[in-house]
Every structure is written in structure tokens, then in C-alpha cells.
């Protein structure tokens, strides 16, 4: 199916509501509107949004940084904004090389005219569903070097996968077919009540309910099981907003997140 046969301007999408949360322009009138619904029932929503943000921006630098990572495959990219994954990682290295992976026509179309990386580096998309890794790592392989380390981003995006084992699966076919070295970088909804997750329920019944594509939060241990056979760095499975950041710097939000390396 192509892009523009996909694209239905008449549903709140995910990707244009999470773009409309974090101040962006590139969204609908209905976008908005379902956006400040489920905001209204849930006010701590763009908090959500602003600290996976910040969290992108952490734990692409840390692996640029202090882990020597020069390859990222980012599923489920959103809309591009300011410091998207390439720019923090070419920043560090010129020469990193980042795929990013989306089947949003609108992300599509942005994502192949706003980022562009340096001439050292490279930086290409790919128009692939989360629900088939196998696609998704053949089609990478054309830029990514998989006999070196990768690290996997996937924030935000396995709560549409709202089968728990088909979610779980997901993750082991893809660390499976990358190297030792490599890392899981991963946020996810919580409906866990420590970390202020209740008020999801209803916001999130209300969105399967009004836009597209479904959602669906888990709890801590369930999160955590996305992790099997890979080493948690410290902090471990935190708030997303409390990994590795100042205690104060922003609120405590109901979406895990943590990084952890393939042994």
C-alpha cells in the first residue's frame, strides 16, 4: 500500500498527536482535538511526552559518548523535532550510521526531507511495521554492519504491539540478529500505580476508542521480561525521566525506560 493510499487525515494518528504534545506543527485540527482530550484526562500525557524526549537525547549520547556505539536502528521514529537520534550521534561521531524505521506516511515524507546527517555519516528510512522484524532487519542490513554493535531504539513503540508475546517476540528476533556489544534501548507505558500509571487507563481507552493505532500499557515485570538475556545498566528499569538525570530536572512519568547491552 503506498504512503499517500495510507494516510487518513480524519483520525487522530499517534505520531501526530505525540508531535502535537511536545509543541510541534506538523498535526491536524483532529489531532489536536484528541490530543487535548486524552491531555485533559490525563494531564502528566506531555509530561510523557517531554521526558521520552529527554531520554532519547540521554541515552544516545551516553552510547555515542561513553559506549563507542556508531550504529542506532530506530523503530518507530515519530515525527522528526530538534536533536532527533543521527543528530545526537553524529554530533558525537560523523561518521555513525543511523536507520530509522517507520510505516507513517507523514513520518515517511518528513523523515526523507528533515533528516539529513553529515557527509561522513549515513542516514537512511525505512517504511517497515514493528510487527515484522524480519523485514525490517533484512531491509537495514543494506546500511547497518551487523557483525558490529547496534543499538536498538525502541521507545515508545511496543505498547501498540498489544499482544504481550507477540511484543516479546519481537525483541528477541531483533537482539537475536545483532552482535554482542550491541544495546536495547527501550520506553514503554506503565500502568504501575508507584510511578502515577492509573490515570492511564482511562486516557488510553479513551484513544483506542478515537485514533489510531491502539495502545496498550504493562506493568513493571512485564516491561522488564522485554530485557531477558540482556545485562541492565544501571539505573536499570527506571522512570524514563529519572535515567541518569538530575532527581529534580523533570517530574516523575508513568513510562519506564532503560538501556541494556547484549552480552
Not at 494516510?7 to 483532529?30: M, Q
Not at 487535548?36 to 484526562?41: D, K, L, R
Not at 517476540?169 to 552482535?179: C, E, F, G
Amino acid at each position: 500500500m503506498s504512503g499517500s493510499a495510507r494516510l487518513d487525515t480524519s483520525v487522530a494518528h499517534n505520531a501526530r498527536v505525540w508531535n502535537y504534545w511536545i509543541g510541534g506543527k506538523d498535526n491536524y485540527e483532529v489531532d489536536q482535538r484528541v490530543g487535548e482530550h486524552v491531555a485533559g484526562m490525563f494531564p502528566l500525557i506531555r509530561e510523557i511526552a517531554r521526558a521520552d524526549r529527554w531520554f532519547l537525547g540521554q541515552t544516545v549520547r551516553f552510547l555515542a559518548e561513553e559506549r563507542g556505539v556508531r550504529q542506532f536502528l530506530d523503530v518507530g521514529t515519530g515525527l522528526p523535532t530538534a536533536d532527533n537520534t543521527h543528530e545526537i550521534a553524529q554530533r558525537v561521531a560523523p561518521g555513525s550510521r543511523i536507520v530509522y524505521v517507520d510505516n507513517d506516511p507523514i513520518v515517511l515524507a518528513h523523515a526523507r526531507t528533515l533528516l539529513t546527517g553529515t557527509a561522513e555519516g549515513v542516514t537512511d528510512y525505512i517504511d517497515a511495521d514493528v510487527h515484522d522484524p524480519a523485514q525490517i532487519l533484512e531491509r537495514a542490513a543494506g546500511t547497518l554492519d551487523f557483525t558490529r554493535p547496534v543499538a536498538v531504539m525502541m521507545l515508545g513503540i511496543l505498547n501498540f504491539v498489544l499482544d504481550f508475546e507477540a511484543a516479546r517476540d519481537i525483541v528477541r528476533k531483533v537482539m537475536a540478529d545483532v552482535p554482542s556489544g550491541s544495546y536495547l534501548v527501550l520506553t514503554h507505558p506503565t500502568h504501575d500505580s508507584e510511578v502515577g500509571g492509573e490515570g492511564q487507563i482511562p486516557a488510553m481507552k479513551f484513544w483506542n476508542e478515537n485514533a489510531t493505532p491502539p495502545i496498550t500499557a504493562r506493568g513493571g515485570a512485564e516491561i522488564a521480561a522485554f530485557f531477558e538475556g540482556l545485562e541492565l545498566l544501571e539505573p536499570g528499569l527506571v522512570s524514563c525521566s529519572r535515567w541518569r538525570g538530575e532527581a529534580d530536572s523533570l517530574a516523575v512519568v508513568p513510562q519506564y525506560g532503560a538501556v541494556a547491552v547484549k552480552p
